[in-house]
């Protein structure tokens, strides 16, 4: 089994990120996370985004 969780880093998505990283510990599935960033903005914003978002996943 594969679980797929979106998040957008808000406190309301990192309950969501709890809620499915013990479904899929109690179920042996394999879990995937995925943030995406809204390119149609300006590139500065993006690339602070970009940089913010690989922080914090990286840093969990």
């Known amino acids: 089994m594969k679980i797929l969780a ?3 880093f808000s406190t309301r998505s990192q309950r ?3 809620r499915a990283g013990l479904l899929a ?3 042996a599935a ?3 996370l995925v ?3 809204d390119d149609d903005q300006p590139s500065a914003i ?3 985004e970009t940089r913010e978002a690989e ?3 990286q840093n969990k």
Do not use: K, P, Q, S
Request: charged share 30%.
């Open 25 to 27: 510990r109690n179920v």
């Open 16 to 18: 969501a990120l709890r």
């Open 6 to 8: 979106a998040t957008d």
């Open 35 to 37: 943030h995406v960033v």
């Open 30 to 32: 394999e879990l995937t």
């Open 55 to 57: 922080d914090i996943l």
């Open 46 to 48: 993006v690339r602070l």
